[in-house]
């Protein structure tokens, strides 16, 4: 079955402890990314990555980091968090970035900064 | 301006009834065209798709596309309580490497 694997599913953390997201796709696909989802604003992308040690910046990158050692894996990484990173979290691959491809997401990582 | 704009809702419509949601995209050279529905608490899922201008039709649902003014919308027919859901526009900035979604539409079926 084609599924894109986020842990943990629900986090609480306190500010400036440091904390990985983890992600896993099966698919073989190489565009990964990830997108926070805050109310009122929709879905924002992260970070993306159009294959193994290929990253880029999405349009909210400030906090955040990531690697991509691996085609199936692809961790967020909040080095310091803050109380404004609170959010829903999704991990998101696709075969190729091109247009026409569908977007598969993971089932969402809750996130609690306090 | 918002690069992908939705009418936050709620829109509520009657069980049977055609539900109708807009969205307007503001990047000309934009490609591809996409509704996602989300329930509360789950990851959007993929309902429709389209890339050219006109209509595309799957099962209840119609995608609609305008180029020339920026706009897709997504007609739901006979809408069932079920269709009870978040609606996401999304669109494939040029080049075809990020997706941007709008903030979403909710939809409320009433049975």
């Known amino acids: 079955e084609a599924q894109v694997t986020q842990n943990p599913r629900y986090l609480i953390t306190v500010t400036g402890k440091k904390l990985t997201v983890t992600c896993s796709q099966n698919m073989n696909h190489e565009y990964m990314s990830w997108y926070r989802q805050d109310p009122g604003l929709g879905l924002r992308q992260i970070y993306y990555?159009?294959?193994?040690?290929?990253?880029d910046k999405g349009d909210v990158p400030e906090g955040y980091k990531v690697s991509r050692k691996e085609k199936r894996n692809f961790p967020l990484i909040l080095e310091s968090p803050s109380p404004n990173q609170t959010s829903l979290y999704f991990c998101?691959?696709?075969?190729?970035?091109?247009?026409?491809?569908?977007?598969?997401f993971g089932e969402g990582s809750w996130l609690t900064v306090v | 301006q918002k690069e992908v704009e939705q009418n936050s809702g709620p829109l509520s419509v009657p069980e049977g009834a055609i539900a109708s949601l807009n969205c307007t995209y503001s990047?000309?050279?934009?490609?591809?065209f996409f509704w996602y529905r989300q329930y509360s608490g789950k990851s959007p899922e993929l309902i429709m798709s389209i890339y050219s201008n006109g209509d595309k039709e799957d099962g209840r649902f119609t995608a609609q596309l305008n180029k020339a003014s920026q706009y897709v919308s997504l007609l739901i027919r006979d809408s069932q309580p079920s269709d009870s859901a978040t609606y996401l526009c999304?669109?494939?900035?040029?080049?075809?490497?990020?997706?941007?979604f709008g903030a979403g539409t909710r939809l409320f079926v009433k049975a």
């Open positions: 990047d000309r050279g934009s490609q591809s």
């Open positions: 990555s159009m294959n193994v040690e290929v990253t």
């Open positions: 999304a669109v494939n900035r040029p080049g075809g490497f990020k997706t941007i």
């Open positions: 998101a691959s696709t075969r190729s970035g091109g247009p026409g491809n569908t977007i598969y």
